[in-house]
């Protein structure tokens, strides 16, 4: 499966505020601590599960979601508990 990532508007400026804690992919608040990554692929457009392999030239690797954003039903298939690749 593959969807776009729904980026929050304030995300830029959120994750100027996040300071040493990583911003989360959705709407870039810091996290101190990792619990949930998705995958972003297609150069930042988009986040798919692990066994789409369409769009995998535009990998940009894993990167976390907070708490709330991770509670948002479009997201919740997407969530990876261990950011590694099969
Ligand atoms: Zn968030």
Not at 4 to 12: A, E, G, I, T, V
Not at 52 to 62: L, Q, S, Y
Not at 63 to 69: D, K, L, Q, T, Y
């Amino acid at each position: 499966m593959i969807t776009r990532l729904r980026r929050s508007k304030s995300w830029h400026r959120n994750a100027d505020k996040a300071g040493a804690d990583t911003p989360c992919a959705v709407c870039g608040q810091g996290i101190r601590t990792s619990r949930v990554w998705v995958w972003i692929t297609g150069g930042g457009d988009n986040i798919q599960t692990l066994d789409e392999h369409r769009d995998i030239a535009g990998d940009m690797g894993f990167h976390p979601v907070g708490p709330s954003c991770a509670a948002k039903p479009w997201i919740r298939p997407y969530l990876i508990t261990h950011p590694h690749k099969p």
